[in-house]
């Protein structure tokens, strides 16, 4: 398996519903294999948001300690609803970014998560599309009014989503796997590393529901 990746940081605000957040953004261009942290305090300008993707499925535990902060949300069900979503903000009408964040559902309630870094798997050198996309959530980022605030005070815990698909056929979502973690930075250095993760869950494929604005593909994505 060879990797390609490029490293994103990234801000998300989710503060109404479901499928309804307002979002804030800032990317540094850092390498993967040393990088400072960004600033502590972002303030964001926007005024409008529109919801462009969304992945809803259910999730069985694999490999999960009962010790684990998702085992506790996931409660007696063991399963877990999860939501995967990717909006577009603007600025006076015109594009300005793009934020992707994890919603996580169990029997004992929800988290909420903004994406902090991701990474494309090829599996051969020099293919155009990626059999596989990782995400790296975490709770270090936070929102404070109008402010992404960096807090690292404990406990900082994570969820990591992989969305495999076939890049030398049809699109679409063939394999969905998370895991998560009590140890934010433990698994944040994983997930550049050699990948191990703990806490697994495997998505069941059945349960998928995949949305797409079909202005992703004309590039008229505008706020009505």
Known sequence: MHLRYTKQFLSLALIFGLM??????ETWNLSAEKTDEPPAQIRYDFDAVKVVYGLNF??????????????????????IDVLFGA??????????????????????????????????????????????????????????????????????????????????????????????????KAANEAFWGDGIQENEYLGLMDTVNEWTDPCTSTGDC???
């Open 222 to 224: 505008l706020v009505q």
């Open 20 to 25: 309804t957040p307002v979002i804030a953004q």
């Open 58 to 79: 259910k999730a069985d535990p694999q490999n999960v300690s009962p010790d684990s902060w998702i085992s506790q949300l996931a409660g007696s069900e063991k399963k």
């Open 87 to 184: 909006v577009y903000f603007y600025k006076d009408g015109q594009h300005v970014g793009k934020e992707h964040f994890l919603k996580v559902t169990g029997a004992n309630g929800s988290r909420r998560f903004l994406e902090n870094s991701m990474k494309n798997i090829f599996k051969n050198p020099g293919d155009s599309a990626p059999e596989t996309i990782a995400q790296f959530f975490w709770s270090a980022k936070q929102l404070d009014g109008n402010t992404i605030v960096k807090n690292f005070d404990p406990p900082v815990v994570s969820s990591t989503l992989w969305r495999s698909q076939n890049p030398e056929g049809p699109g679409g979502v063939t394999q969905l796997k998370l895991a998560f973690s009590n140890d934010g």
